[in-house]
RNA sequence: GGUUCCGUAGCUCAGCUGGAUAGAGCAACAGCCUUCUAAGCUGUAGGUCGAAGGUUCGAAUCCUUCCGGAAUCACCA
């Protein structure tokens, strides 16, 4: 089915042939839909055509809308205001495209084929010695829909983590649980493991605030007490061990670690994202230095006295950067070549999107210009998914400040939430326990989610966990209620014929129709923009749509027996499209609430 | 100082590949449950789109400058 637009276009740039004998440029034709308080559909504004139809834009307006509607059967009318040509899409056209929509279990979207395209999404990288906070809830949010969305145009897509589980933050649990842990574990504590790693370094950070206090007052300098803090030579010594494959360390980083991999393995769970492969820097973190040893030897990158090696961008107005310290070892953009350079190895990776926050845009600028240096023709693959923070009404979260708001309590309070706002309204009566709680699960999380998703990631946002999450407006919970709500209609419904009845349309009904159609567009909008947002926000457009038509008109006892039945099917189509966006949102619908 | 990003209603956000009178939600006020779910619907009020120039028939949208805010610019990761 051709849509609408592509119709009129063509048919436009054939009248320009006919009227004025001009070959039209595609871009001149600006399409769109006609503002509500006008008549009709689509609008098509001719300002860009006057010049070559050199008659006034009324009269060109006129001319053009003749010609659409002697030509086009889609076309049932026309007006013009002033430079615009207001189109009226026949009702037919509509109910074609219903039907088209409604046998497509598609919607109109793709599915990767055996030649699509890979895309590489990299998302979450933790590191393993606290737990996953709001910060990390934005990022696992986004690389999770963004996957989606990418899946539904059409892509292969590989979920990827890279996890940092190496350096010295790790090293500050190990040494703070082997001083004061007296052997606690998740097990013998009750605790989620990532929190209870979390918790030593946490002690850690105490416990060297007090020694450096205490050498301070025994007349040290500060740079001095920081240095020379027990506890953190301890630290750095654990490294040194850790490097050296010293078998005890080891052990004890393993076994910590597999406790934070537990802890965020749940987490993971609850909040819905997965992955396809878990990358470890510890195994990726010498990757990188052979190629850079390359650019030197190819004359691409510069070698100081010292030994350190250096990539001049002095000549894309950035500065140098070092790659290789004067010892020889590797810095984390290093790294990031190296792990870049082994999965475009790997796969035949089309586009590699990294959900990365926003601090750190100038080293993915660098990455992009260090790989281009070096020679890789697919420097020009990397994306940068930059997201803003997320902050709090009293500023930024600080760790140390205890002003961090943790992933897991979070989801406990949203669905807590849910559930003291179900109650309030006197629903779920009915049902059992665990009916209850799976719903209130599914809304508290679809709030959560959808008021981080529905923001445009470069932005960054506020996050007020007083006032706690909207439940209604422009929401989650909103648009999950709309799905209930045309569940229920179904379920009251019972069976019905599907085929679709020539009816009378009203406005409301053209309304969530051509939404309903845009849907495909929404979708390909959002993988473009890489903005998961735009999919979020079309949601609420389309459920507030919904719900106006829903309280304005019957549905179930609508006048005739043909409008009842395409209103039953206009509703269980919407409902499908909405399951299906919220999917690509990593959002469930209840059947009620 | 360099680079990048943001600035739209009291608050949180849409709208930005230039189009008609800039939209939602929250908060405020006034209505609507004997009819398919009131987590809903309707209405009122609320704006020099940070500022000034420029391009254009037309600018919240594009360009320039300025103002305000954020991030970043380590032999850290």
Not at 200 to 218: G, P, S
Not at 227 to 234: L, Q
Not at 359 to 374: D, G, I, P, S
Request: hydrophobic fraction near 40%.
């Amino acid at each position: 089915m051709q849509r609408i637009e592509e119709l009129l276009t063509s048919t436009i740039i054939r009248a320009a042939q006919e009227l004025w004998q001009t070959e039209l440029n595609e871009s001149v034709i600006q399409i769109q839909k006609t503002r509500k308080e006008f008549n009709g559909d689509l609008t098509l504004v001719v300002f860009p055509l006057v010049r070559i139809a050199k008659k006034s834009p009324e009269e060109t307006a006129a001319m053009l809308g003749k010609f659409l509607d002697e030509n086009l059967e889609e076309i049932s009318g026309f007006n013009v205001i002033k430079g615009f040509l207001n189109l009226t899409i026949a009702a037919s056209y509509w109910l074609k495209q219903i039907g088209a929509i409604d046998e497509d279990d598609r919607y109109g979207l793709t599915t990767a084929g055996e030649d699509a395209p890979t895309v590489m999404v990299e998302y979450s990288s933790p590191n393993t010695n606290k737990p996953l906070h709001l910060g990390h809830v934005r990022n696992n949010l986004l690389g999770f829909s963004i996957s989606k969305i990418l899946e539904a145009n059409g892509n292969k897509v590989i979920k990827v983590n890279l996890v940092n589980d190496r350096g010295i933050h790790i090293c500050k649990s190990m040494i703070a649980w082997q001083l004061f842990g007296n052997g606690e574990t998740p097990e013998s504590s009750g605790k989620k493991g990532d929190q209870l790693v979390g918790e030593y370094y946490v002690k850690f950070d105490q416990e060297y605030k007090k020694q450096v206090a205490e050498l301070i007052a025994e007349g040290k300098e500060t740079k001095e007490a920081e240095a020379a803090a027990p506890i953190m030579a301890g630290a750095r010594e654990m490294l040194l061990k850790w490097e050296a494959d010293d078998p005890e360390v080891r052990k004890l980083w393993e076994r910590m670690n597999g406790w934070v991999y537990d802890g965020f393995d749940k987490t993971y769970n609850r909040m819905g994202v997965s992955f396809d492969k878990i990358y470890y820097e510890s195994e990726t973190y010498k990757l990188g230095r052979q190629l850079v040893l390359k650019g030197v030897k190819k004359g691409f990158l510069e070698r100081e006295a010292d030994g350190s090696v250096w990539a001049d961008l002095t000549d894309k107005k950035l500065d140098r950067k070092l790659l290789l310290r004067s010892d020889g070892t590797s810095v984390y953009m290093t790294q990031d070549v190296g792990t870049a350079h082994q999965r475009f190895s790997e796969y035949p990776i089309e586009q590699h999107i990294y959900v990365v926050g926003n601090e750190q845009n100038y080293h993915f600028q660098v990455l992009a210009l260090v790989l281009e240096k070096l020679g890789f023709d697919w420097h020009d693959k990397l994306y940068h998914l930059s997201y803003g923070m997320v902050e709090l009404p009293e500023g930024k979260m600080k760790s140390r400040e205890g002003t961090v708001v943790d992933a897991d309590e979070l989801m406990d309070e949203m669905i807590a939430t849910a559930r003291q706002m179900s109650d309030e309204l006197g629903k779920l009566g009915e049902y059992s326990e665990e009916e209850k709680q799976n719903i209130y699960r599914q809304i508290g999380l679809g709030a959560l989610k959808y008021f981080i998703l529905k923001v445009d990631p470069k932005k960054n946002m506020l996050f007020d966990p007083k006032e706690s999450i909207d439940f209604n407006g422009n929401t989650g919970p909103f648009i999950q209620y709309t799905y209930a709500r045309i569940r229920s209609v179904l379920r009251t419904a019972g069976e019905y014929d599907s085929g679709i009845p020539g009816v009378v349309l009203n406005d409301k009904e053209i309304d969530v129709i051509r939404l309903v159609h845009g849907f495909p567009a929404i979708v390909k909008e959002a993988a473009r923009e890489h903005n998961p947002a735009v999919v979020a926000n079309y949601m609420y457009d389309l459920a507030k749509e919904f719900n106006q038509f829903y309280h304005d008109h019957s549905i179930l006892n609508a006048d005739d027996a043909n409008t009842r039945l395409f209103r039953i099917h206009l509703s269980a189509i919407v409902g499908r499209i909405i399951e299906k966006g919220m999917e690509l949102l990593g959002i469930e619908v209840p059947e009620r609430m």
